[in-house]
């Protein structure tokens, strides 16, 4: 009997007919192995598609393409509604990161709107007394917060990559009658909202818009409106940029920024700058790799990780399997590793990023790997333990119908930000300046250690893991992906592009596909759940600690089928993900 049919068998008739296979041929190489999530089939459109993490904001993009708008187009109108819609993550108070293709000019353009320190920023800022750390101060007062970049990002992506079709108050007009209105909460906005209550009842401002009189948050079927959070999008609307980064809107944020103990002036808001930066590229197994450069992170450890990747038969090994498994952690590590010593804002520091892009350097890094052996963080260079926080930026992908794409990840750090809104504005403000390294070698939010190149330092941007990731093949758009997820977004994209490209999934099932990670430091092996238990234990006995962690990412993918139609996946880790298409 030919396999497929035998297995084909066994899925009939558990245990029957697996047992009549010789077992090196159970499973076929580069096929996944049959699972929940093997089974799940993507969206399916011939024109355009929209994957984000909350239905009503890729509705309002898809409309935006179906009205003759491009990838860029709908990228503006669906972050601006994610400021509305999904308020722990979206927003007009933080920053982010776009990758944008242009189709007809064969062109990548990572556009940088991070959140900066402002001019007062010291190395120094978040220490206490006795010169430690203070996550209090990094996590949780205005020195937390960041000059936004989100509205100049998106202002200048719409006007130098826009189609022209649509001027930008059109863009931001869904996300005012959203905030207008009022959205009735559903279950994804109303199980965010208790772990953040009580950094939101902090602020008055913030419970009075997310909290009921009672001091207890929304619940799913009440009705979020954010009157003031309209106002500032129709000041946005109405004079662009300098409705936000200068007049009445700035005044509000530098007040409330310097109320909870930050100091921002109105000169941080005015000189705020985009860069529109040069992508990082790398190639992985005949595919083209691009991503986002520093101050992020990810694109660099994407790539250099897959570099070392490339050297394993990871389709014969299997999707899942131990020895998969085992090369891809020992191949995080050092990746992780490197971070901590080299990454940080470019315009300060020299990242080395031709060496650590460089295919000789992970030949290098991966003569170190053995296959029966875990090598302990503490041989690849010592450091501290850390805790680490979930989920809570957002990611979104946007392909049009000329073929041109878009890749963005923007957030405010911690769910909610740092969970104060501006007095009068709406606006959720970050808390993205725990992603410097407050004190070098002791952890951030995310469990991260950095040194002097990620420190604190007037007109910087704190490093980031955020990854908004392109691959093409044959100089065609293949892939487009990004994810949520903190230090733990660049090993989310990464198993994206293998379970794609090594094992041939369908873009849903690599996004489905059970995830692991691990950091470096701390130590561990963290595992979602749906991994067999048989590969677990050959992982721990190969020398893994294993961590069982709650769910990883939130990867909204589409993919460029071998027929041409656009495959979007919407991660289902989450609630209220859509992708759709025309
Ligand atoms: N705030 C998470 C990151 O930028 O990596």
Redesign the pocket.
Known sequence: MRIAALLTAALLSPGLALAQVPASQAIPANQPIISDWARQQPVLAPNAMVASQEAMATRIGVDILKRGGNAVDAAVAVGFALAVTLPRAGNIGGGGFMLVYLKKENKTIAIDYREVAPASATKTMFLDAKGDADPKKSRETGLAIGVPGTVAGFALAHEKYGSGKFKLSELIGPAIALAENGIIVDEDLAESLPAARNRLAAWPSSAKIFLKPDGGPLMRGDRLVQSDLARTLSTIAAKGTKGFYEGPVAEKIVAAVNSAGGAMTMADLASYKVYEREPVRGTYRGFEVVSMPPPSSGGIHIIQILNMLEGYRLNEMGAHSADTLHVMTEAMKPAYADRSEYLGDPGFVQVPVKQLLSKKYAEARRAEIAMDKARPARDIKPGNLAPYESDQ?THYSIIDADGNAVANTY?L?FSYGVGMVAEGTGMLLNN?LD?FAAKAGVPNG?GLIGGDANAPGPGKRPL???SPTIVLKDGKIYLVTGSPG?SR?ITTVLQVISNVIDHGMNVQEAVSAPRIHHQWLPDELRIERGLSIDTVRILESRGHKIAVTPTSGSAQTIMVTPQGALAGAADTRQRGTLASGY
Request: glycine letters at 10%.
């Open positions: 930026t957030t750090n993205e992603d995310y980031s893991s955020m903190g977004i």
